[in-house]
């Protein structure tokens, strides 16, 4: 396999300072405020951003030690694949959330609803087009079975926490 | 800035030679058959996945040489900034695609609509969800008045080709 280097573009600011208790996807932290500073040498590459009201963010899971192949992911009390899970013990650990952009101040992005822990790296900003990001008609094996009303506020529980800490 | 290191889990295959005529977004490559061949020793994560009928691909972009933070994309002809575009041309140049699985055969994915280079780097696969990933009432900027039933078959041109290689 090779190597491939890539460099954080800046840090996402939550109020999420732990993995207790923080969400596990972008809905279960709606409403939440956090920033992005972007190294401002990337300044001008946020020409025009502020006019999408909502963008995709990809950056390191910087606390995950290591990856299993198969985890028992938060909605779920069996084993899955990791590739078939949003589970972050992933052999790369990259993530990514789809947050809504408040306002673009210099360097500074307010957004909502970042799934993140506080000081997470960013990787990449790109904007959420729904013609080229919204799916229909899928299917999702074990996470349609197990979807229900409750979950739509997610939040970690002690597995979570002990299974990246 | 702090550098990151990531490996390839496996290679994309696909049609798409060369950067002339490849497909903007999966919505160009719709139908279009590849394959990914996963590095063997991760095969056990795939355990579960063929039941979803969409993953989203995350990617090495291997052919970017730079980027630049102002780009003119491939459906204007106006710059932004990077960041409000999904030019390949980022500072770090990752990629990601909503694709169709097929089937899995061992270390083999069918997938199609993969708007992707033959040869292309794989650095994770996450399940794709509806009731994660999908969003409602979204404004895009410059890709909502630019958007039209033209777009919905993107190739690249010569522009997008001299713009990386």
């Known amino acids: 396999m090779s190597e491939i280097k890539f460099e954080s ?3 996402i600011r939550t109020s999420y300072k732990t993995l207790e208790n923080m969400p596990i996807q972008p809905m279960g932290a709606k409403g939440e405020k956090a920033i992005i500073e972007l190294n401002s040498k990337f ?3 946020l020409k025009d951003l502020e006019e999408f009201s909502h963008v995709t963010l990809i950056y390191h899971l910087h606390k995950v030690k290591d990856y299993k192949l198969h985890v028992i992911p938060f909605m779920d009390t069996e084993e899955h694949g990791v590739f078939a899970t ?22 500074i992005l307010h957004i909502e609803d970042a799934d993140v ?4 790296p960013l990787l990449d900003i790109k904007p959420f087009f729904i013609q080229f990001d919204n799916r229909e008609n899928t299917k999702s094996g074990w996470l349609d079975r197990k979807w229900d009303d409750k979950h739509k506020t997610l939040k970690s529980d002690e597995r979570f926490k002990t299974s990246i800490e």
Chains 1, 2 share one sequence.
């Open 9 to 11: 573009i800046g840090i």
């Open 117 to 120: 822990l506080d000081g997470t």
């Open 43 to 45: 300044v001008d590459g």
């Open 86 to 107: 949003r589970s972050p013990r992933r052999p790369n650990a990259i993530g990514i959330s789809t947050v809504r952009l408040i306002r673009v101040n210099d360097n």
